[in-house]
């Protein structure tokens, strides 16, 4: 997976709104883990607690998941969402060190409003 060239170009696309609308109408499609980890992002872009640099980070990775053509479209089966895993994965990565245990839980919490029950290994990162 190679992740779009300057993520935080992106953030631009990104609004709450937008965020959750996107969610809602491809959950399904994306899958448990890319959902997963945009909770995790959108969790800790809430918290107060994180840097500038890191809130443009994910403001930037959450954006590329909103926009509607990127590398590759996200209806395509089996392959539209991996681009969008792959920016979601390096913010991740980026600013990990902000996910508290009360993120995780609310990130699971609100994915299970999605997906049910869902295993560990299921959204393993």
Request: hydrophobic residues 45%; aromatic residues 12%; glycine residues 6%.
């Amino acid at each position: 997976m190679k992740t779009p060239d300057n993520i935080e170009s992106y953030g631009d696309n990104y609004s709450e709104s937008k965020f959750w609308d996107k969610l809602a109408t491809t959950a399904k499609k994306a899958g448990a883990k890319v959902v997963y980890l945009a909770l995790l992002l959108y969790y800790v872009l809430m918290s107060p607690n994180v840097s500038k640099r890191d809130k443009t980070i994910i403001i930037g990775a959450l954006g590329y998941l909103i926009l509607p053509v990127d590398l590759i479209p996200d209806f395509i089966v089996g392959l539209g969402f991996t681009d969008d895993a792959a920016a979601l994965i390096w913010a991740y990565r980026k600013i990990s060190t902000n996910i508290t245990p009360d993120i995780e839980q609310q990130a699971k919490a609100k994915l299970a409003d999605w997906f049910g029950d869902v295993e560990e290994n299921d959204i393993k990162i």
